[in-house]
């Protein structure tokens, strides 16, 4: 056996050592996640949608307001007005820190989006009523944030996610990345062709700046 494994040292080397690098980094990237406590704290996305039919005659806005979400459809004023091609449709999503997942609110578009006018106000229902805080990281030290490109990366890359093309939302504590899987929980109709906006931690009203 010690004679065999003198005579193909170099063919076991080619094999055990990429294995304990593959190891290697594969602990050194679970650790920081391991020893960092979950998201705690809810937050509000607003995905915006792109147009797939007639030329649209208006454009959605939401924003955060006195701590609370507001949403608007700024409408054509007249023909030559340009309308923003990536906006005219949207969701608003909660984020739910105890089970991972998202959940979409329902709200109210008006019926005369195609008449020049003046912005109406959106009736946001549950979702407005929200408590929110704009802060850049949660009370528990997290923040919302889209992954860096990673390109390349041959097998390594492939196995730790390095050689991917797209760009993973995370939350993120320190050096401890939590991705977080949108298109799982979204409708077909935002697969492709979205802007994801960040609203705000959604806070108990005693917790709230």
Same mark, same amino acid.
């Given at each position: ?130 408590? *929110? /805080?704009?802060?850049?990281?949660? @009370? $528990?030290? +997290?923040?919302?944030? &889209? %992954?860096?490109?990673?390109? #390349? ?26 991705? *977080? /899987?949108?298109?799982?929980?979204? @409708? $077909?109709? +935002?697969?492709?062709? &979205? %802007?994801?906006?960040?609203? #705000? ?9």
């Amino acid at each position: 056996m010690k004679e065999w494994i003198q005579r193909n040292l170099v063919l076991i080397s080619g094999i055990v050592l990429p294995m304990l690098l593959v190891a290697g980094f594969f602990i050194l990237n679970q650790v920081p996640r391991a020893l960092t406590e979950p998201p705690q704290h809810d937050f509000l996305l607003v995905i915006y949608r792109c147009n797939s039919g007639p030329e649209a005659h208006h454009y959605l806005e939401f924003d955060v307001q006195e701590g609370h979400l507001t949403g608007r459809a700024v409408r054509r004023k007249d023909e030559n007005s340009r309308i923003p091609w990536n906006r005219q449709r949207a969701g608003i999503f909660r984020y739910n820190a105890s089970d991972n997942t998202f959940s979409e609110f329902v709200y109210e578009i008006p019926n005369n989006l195609n008449e020049p006018g003046e912005p109406l106000i959106l009736e946001l229902g549950l979702a407005g009523t929200l408590a *929110l /805080d704009k802060r850049r990281q949660s @009370p $528990d030290g +997290f923040s919302f944030q &889209r %992954e860096q490109y990673r390109g #390349g990366g041959g097998l390594l890359g492939s196995i730790f996610g390095m050689g991917r093309y797209e760009r993973p939302y995370v939350l993120r504590k320190g050096n401890a990345d939590f991705e *977080l /899987d949108l298109d799982l929980f979204l @409708p $077909d109709d +935002f697969e492709y062709c &979205r %802007e994801v906006s960040f609203m #705000g931690w959604i806070m108990d009203e005693e917790e709230s700046p």
